[in-house]
């Protein structure tokens, strides 16, 4: 399906026949924003995208992005209609923040005139940006903590932004279930950014449009892992089809069952999955002695995974020890990853050769 009819059944744009979708696993990922960039350069640097960040990591426990996404609401109400959350404002997505790049490089003050952002929503010193409380974390003293989280849209299986929009602008493509959002269907009212529990499509006050992810889709057509995916040195993401039995991305979601979605609460049912840190840090007693806790309360990442955090945790703990004790362990081999092009099979082609 190119596009359906406006005043299609929601269910017909909600239609896909296979599911591209990810892993990403954060224990492995250090917040080096590569994955960040690598999206911005491709997608969000137009007139009016200057704010977006399609693709974002910020630091749990924080504020996250945009601002307190987790606070606005959105998705559906029990008897499963969307329901509108708060939109996010410029400041929220991170401003888009002017320096005085010419004063201090060329205008011949020395080093009496330092680089200085300017807010671009007040015109004054900026209040909030992208990763403002990077790396600040919680817990309590000395057990700290802190793990990044990398988000973007989850091409969701059950999309409110999709059935909350009036001009249906927004539909799943059959092919690959990636969520698209047709530019010319799109009347700027917003109803999707209100819809969207994460808070993954932004506005472009410029085209007056809303845009978001698109799961690279000109690459994925030409079996090429998105950008995102494909540059993380971490070797944090696998990418692929989700049906795909001889995947690793499959293993490790149905066979292993050690990734999980974020929120499953809201019901959307998400493409994206984690696996959840399962504390490398151990924390200090009162005496100041090294436990074999972690530091991470089970409530933390309860939160975040729901309760099946719980035995998840457990299970990668003891592949790790399988391990650590000489013993062979699928789970840890798919982590590690030894083979980059395991972890996206069908999408290894390489974006600088021309398609064949
Ligand atoms: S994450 Fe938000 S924008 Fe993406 S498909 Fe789900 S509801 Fe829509
Ligand atoms: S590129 Fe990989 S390691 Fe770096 S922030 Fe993104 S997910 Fe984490």
Redesign the pocket.
Do not use: D
């Given at each position: 399906m190119a596009f359906a009819p406006r005043g299609a059944p929601k269910e017909e744009l909600l239609r896909h026949t296979r599911q591209v979708g990810n892993i990403?696993d954060l224990n492995?990922?250090?917040?080096?924003?590569?994955?960040?960039a690598a999206c911005k350069s491709l997608w969000t640097s137009r007139e009016g995208t200057e704010h977006m960040r399609w693709m974002n990591?910020s630091t749990y426990p924080g504020a996250g992005y945009p601002r307190d996404y987790e606070k606005m609401g959105g998705g559906y109400a029990p008897d499963k209609t969307p329901t509108p959350g708060k939109l996010t404002t410029l400041t929220d997505v991170g401003d888009n923040f002017k320096f005085n790049h010419a004063d201090v490089y060329y205008g011949g003050h020395g080093q009496k005139v330092h680089l200085k952002p300017t807010s671009a929503v007040t015109g004054e010193d900026p209040v909030w940006g992208y990763n403002w409380d990077e790396d600040e974390g919680g817990g309590d003293w000395p057990n700290g903590y802190y793990f990044?989280l990398?988000r973007k849209c989850y091409h969701c299986a059950d999309a409110p932004c999709l059935k909350a929009c009036t001009h249906n602008a927004l539909y799943k493509r059959e092919q690959d279930g990636i969520v698209v959002l047709d530019q010319e269907r799109c009347n700027g009212d917003r109803l999707c950014v209100e819809a969207c529990p994460y808070k993954a499509i932004y506005y472009n006050p410029v085209s007056q449009k809303s845009e978001k992810c698109v799961m690279c889709c000109p690459r994925v057509e030409q079996g090429i892992a998105p950008a995102?995916d494909r540059?993380?040195?971490?070797r944090?993401?696998l990418f692929g089809y989700l049906d795909d039995p001889d995947s690793d991305l499959y293993k490790l979601i149905h066979v292993h069952k050690v990734a999980l979605p974020l929120h499953p609460e809201y019901g959307t049912e998400p493409n994206v999955f984690y696996i959840p840190p399962f504390d490398t840090t151990h924390a200090f007693a009162e005496d100041g002695s090294i436990t074999d806790e972690g530091r991470i309360e089970a409530e933390v990442l309860i939160n975040l995974f729901g309760p099946d955090v719980v035995p998840v945790i457990a299970r990668l703990k003891a592949e790790r020890s399988k391990r650590q004790n000489g013993k062979p362990s699928e789970v840890m081999d798919l982590l590690i990853g030894r083979n980059f092009w395991d972890r996206f099979k069908d999408f290894s082609n390489d974006p600088l050769q021309e398609a064949v």
């Open positions: 990403i492995k990922c250090m917040g080096c924003q590569t994955c960040t990591v990044y990398p995102c540059q993380c040195p971490g944090t993401r």
